[in-house]
């Protein structure tokens, strides 16, 4: 290609994004363009002429159009005073997912001063936590969804003698299957029972009138995921939800059986996608808030080669990653000025992570101490990230590193 059809392809690229109405974040795009053009006339691709029009095809009238984009939609803001929707998603494996309870109720606690939670999922155990918070914000009632979370992670502990003993045993059992293998020995651990955490869903969420109300058009959203036993993953939402798809997506390796739904197995909630964040766009939120119990980096990797533990957590971290960069991806070619009129959005991505490495028995942990000190911990990282937030210092979604 001769350095004239170059420098004509340039002009009508360019004057498409000159001439596109004001929309967020132009003023970035024109300011890349410009950076590029200098960079193209340093290589010697363009003349310093060509490259003298090309600056005026981007400027000309531009500052002008702008500023008062801007203006208008500084206004616009004041004017509708609209808050930053926001759509969380949980990780919970087992015990960990109490830190997930945790920074759901330090984040709820602040009674909406940082936006509009537009929507809330989960999996795994992330999910339990999902629901709880979402009972409370359907009802518009966030000390209700800090009670439940309370309350459901008090019923969890094990206090009484026997379920003392069952914690205690499933833990050593878990250390003796992480460093020997027992073929007679079961992964189904009788710590709880599917029907005990049943109970203790139905105990404080009336799935029927939680469907009813999520038809409404200003109820938040739910989204819960569970994955069979053939490994396709099923979403389900608020009109959808009862104690049977927050079982099926609880379901965990060392813990439960698979759960019978709609003809098949659905359970193993942590070896696919953990937790969901595609979907939680379709709710159009300006920003998604990630709670990650499992690190994306690990210090070390656990004693016995080929831990099923460790498998399981590299490819939840890989899927969660991939699922991120997707957005990532979206929001730099909305930046550059692409997919301006495709329905897309640009998503601010935040993580709360648990900073904490803790060995895989430690899921099953009930013991009070150990619920009570991971919620307390996930309330501390909720209120470290908010005050961040405020400083414009939180967290965000990396360019290339993995965290």
Request: proline fraction near 4%; hydrophobic fraction near 35%.
């Amino acid at each position: 290609m001769n350095k004239s059809s170059y420098f004509e392809k340039l002009v009508g690229s360019l004057s498409r994004i000159a001439s596109h109405s004001y929309y967020p974040g132009k003023e970035d795009t024109v300011e890349q363009c410009l950076e590029e053009v200098e960079e193209i006339r340093l290589s010697g691709r363009i003349t310093a002429e060509q490259s003298a029009t090309l600056r005026e095809l981007l400027l000309g009238e531009e500052p002008f159009y702008l500023l008062e984009g801007a203006l208008r939609e500084q206004c616009g803001s004041s004017e509708t005073a609209e808050p930053t929707k926001i759509a969380i998603t949980c990780q919970g494996d087992g015990s960990h997912a109490a830190f997930s309870a945790g920074v759901l109720q330090g984040l709820l606690e602040q009674d909406g001063d940082y936006g509009e939670i537009a929507a809330i999922g989960g999996m795994s155990y992330g999910s339990i936590c999902a629901l709880l918070a979402w009972d409370g914000l359907l009802r518009g009632d966030p000390q209700r969804a800090t009670d439940q979370l309370q309350g459901f992670w008090q019923d969890y502990s094990a206090t009484c003698l026997v379920d003392t003993f069952l914690n205690y045993s499933a833990q050593m059992a878990s250390h003796l299957l992480s460093m020997v293998a027992f073929p007679g020995l079961s992964p189904y651990l009788p710590s709880l029972s599917q029907d005990q955490l049943r109970k203790m869903l139905e105990r404080r969420v009336n799935f029927a009138e939680a469907r009813s109300m999520a038809g409404n058009e200003d109820a938040p959203g739910l989204l819960v995921e569970a994955v069979d036993v053939n490994g396709a993953i099923e979403a389900f939402r608020g009109p959808q939800i009862s104690a049977d798809p927050i079982l099926a997506s609880a379901t965990i390796h060392r813990l439960f059986s698979a759960v019978a739904l709609d003809g098949h197995s659905q359970g193993e909630g942590l070896l696919l996608q953990n937790p969901p964040i595609r979907e939680l766009t379709d709710f159009g939120p300006d920003e998604i808030w990630v709670i990650q119990v499992i690190k994306s980096t690990r210090n070390e990797l656990s004693r016995r080669a080929g831990d099923l533990s460790d498998r399981y957590e590299l490819a939840s971290s890989l899927l969660l990653e991939q699922e991120l960069r997707f957005i990532q991806k979206i929001n730099g070619l909305l930046d550059r000025g692409m997919l301006i009129d495709s329905g897309y959005r640009h998503i601010e991505v935040h993580r709360i992570i648990m900073e904490h490495d803790l060995d895989c028995s430690s899921k099953l942990d009930r013991s009070p101490s150990f619920i009570c000190h991971m919620m307390a911990y996930g309330r501390e990282r909720a209120k470290q990230f908010l005050d961040k937030r405020k400083c414009g210092l939180s967290r965000r979604l990396p360019t290339r590193s993995m965290r």
